[in-house]
C-alpha cells in the first residue's frame, strides 16, 4: 500500500518539477510515507528523523512532508518536531499548495485520479479500495486511514488496461480486505460489477499475457465464488495470502476477527479441493494479550496440520487508539521472540516439504531482479526461484526445471 503511495507521490512531484535524488542528503523536499502497524515501523521513522534532522541544520531550505498512516496519529504528530507538513495520503492533490507550487494537477480533484509514477516497469500495484471496517481489536489501520471505500471499477479497469498497453506482466489488486469490495453502482445490470470476484473476472478477461494478484483476504469473508473465479482464470495466480492471526478460537474472539479455526480449516480445505497446486501464506500475531502457552500451541498444532507455504509472523505491539490497548500486554519481549521462533522452525519445515514436491517440475516464472550472477524470479504461486542465465531476462517470463529446494526458495535452470 504504500509502495503504491509512494508511486503516486512521486509522479504528483515529477509534475510540477521535481527530480529525485540518489541519496537522501542531496534532497530538497524529503517526503516520507509512513506506517503506523507495530511500533517497530514507527522507530524506524524516528530513527530516520535524527538523520534528517542534522540535514536540515546543513540545508534549512530543506523541506519534510511526512504522509501515510503516521500522519494521522496525535502522538507521532506531537513527537516529531521537525516535520514541515503532515498530509493525509487523502489530501494528496492539495501538496503543490502547501509546497507553494503552481500545478497542472490543481484540475486533479481526488486521489486515485493522480496517475502513478510506477517504480517498475513490469509489476504494478492497483489499489482497489481504502480504509479498513473491520477493527479487530488489535489494529490501527480503521484509525488512521478511516472507513472502506471501493474504488470504481471502470477507474480500476482503466488503469490496469493502460498498464497491460504498456506491457506490465504482475498486478497486484490491493485493499486491507478485497473481498468486501462493494463499490457504488451508478446503473444496476447484468453487466454490472458488484464484487470482488466480479472485478477479478473482468480483469482477467482483458486480453494480454500478465499474472494477476491480490491481497489481503480476510477469512470471515472470502467466499466460493472467489475460488471459481480463480480456477476459471489462467490469469489470476494460484496464491492466496490469508491471515489467519491466531490459532485458538478464545484469541482470535478477542481480536474480533469475526471467525473460528473451524471455518478457516473448512476454507483451506475448500481451496485445495478446487486449486490443487495453490500456495497459501497467513499473517499471524504472536503475543497477543493474555496469549497463554496453552493457546500459542494451538496456534502451532494449526501450523502443523495447514502446512503454510509462508507466513508473516509479528509480535504483537499495542497501537494506543485500539480496544486491545486497554488490556495488559502481559507476554514479555523474549516470550513473544520465543514463539515467533517456534512458529518459524515449523514454517520452514512445512515450506520446505512443500517446495520438495516441485523438484523436478518446469515452472513458469516471471523475472524480477538479479543478484551477483543469478537471475531471480517468482512462481506463480509467489515463490522464489533463482537461475543462472547470461541473457538480460527482467521481467520477462521463462520456464525453469526445478532442480533443488529450500524452504523459501527454488532453484532451478532455464528450459
Ligand atoms: N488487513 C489485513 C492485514 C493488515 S495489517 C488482514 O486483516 O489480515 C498486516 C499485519 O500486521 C496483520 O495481518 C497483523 O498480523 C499485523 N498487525 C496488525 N496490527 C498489529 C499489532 N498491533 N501488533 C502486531 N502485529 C500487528
Ligand atoms: Fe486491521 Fe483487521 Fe482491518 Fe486487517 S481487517 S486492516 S487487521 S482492522
Redesign the pocket.
Known sequence: MNKSDAERVASLLQSIGYKATKTIDQADLIILVTCS??QSAEDRVYGLMRQIKKLKAHNPQLKIVLTGCMALRKESIKRLKDIDVFLNIKDLPGLPKLLNKKSEQDKIETYFSIKPQYESSFTAYVPIMTG?N?Y?S????PYVRGREESRSPQEIISEVKGLIKNGYKEIFLLG??VNSYSPKLKIQSSESIKDFPDLLEQIAKLTGKFWIRFL?S?PKDLSDKLIKVITKYDKITEYINL?I?SGDDQILKKMNRGYTVAHYKNLIKKIRQQIPNAAIST???VGFPGETKEQFKNTCKLFEEIKFDMA?I??????QETVAARLKDNVSKAEKKRRDKVLTVILSKTALANNQKLVGETLEVLVDAKKSEYWLGKTRTFKVVKFKSNKDLLGKFVKIKIARAESFGLWGNLV
Not at 138 to 141: A, G, L, N, S
Not at 314 to 319: C, D, G, V
Request: aromatic share 12%; proline share 8%.
Open positions: 502497524v507495530r479498513c473491520n479487530c488489535y489494529c490501527v489501520v486491507q480486505n489481503t480476510h491471515p492471526q499473517d499471524i500475531i508473516y509479528n509480535q504483537y505491539s499495542p497501537r
